[in-house]
């Protein structure tokens, strides 16, 4: 990296132990840094390493965001909407139970 003079880093990917390597070698020669991976233990490596961090599923938002795919753009808000509901159905259901009403809820799960 010092030798060709590299002004950005870009590492997105699958990395073992070699992720901090990478990062610290291009931090030495000045370049700026985006790292991502969904490698629970290489996250915080990234984050201390980089200038700029995609974790887990931000890197499938960046490519979607990138290159404009429609396929890509909808699976990413398909996915978003689904944390939502399953979010609010969560909230609801605690909700439920601490004020003594999930009894109606309860019997509609066990339908399933």
Do not use: H, S
């Not at 985006?34 to 700029?52: H, L, N, R, S």
């Not at 509901?85 to 009403?101: E, F, N, S």
């Amino acid at each position: 990296m010092f030798k060709e003079k590299v002004a950005t880093n870009i590492m997105i990917g699958t990395f073992a132990f070699d992720a901090l390597m990478y990062a610290e070698a291009a931090n030495q020669a000045g370049a700026i840094q985006v790292g991502g991976t969904a490698a629970t233990t290489q996250i915080p490596f990234f984050v201390a390493a980089c200038d700029y961090a995609l974790i887990g599923e931000e890197i499938y938002a960046a490519a979607a965001y990138l290159t404009k795919d429609p396929v890509r753009v909808a699976t990413i808000v398909a996915e978003d909407g689904a944390k939502f509901l399953v979010t609010g159905l969560v909230v609801l259901g605690v909700l439920l139970q601490t004020i003594g009403k999930a009894d109606g809820l309860r019997d509609f799960l066990n339908q399933w």
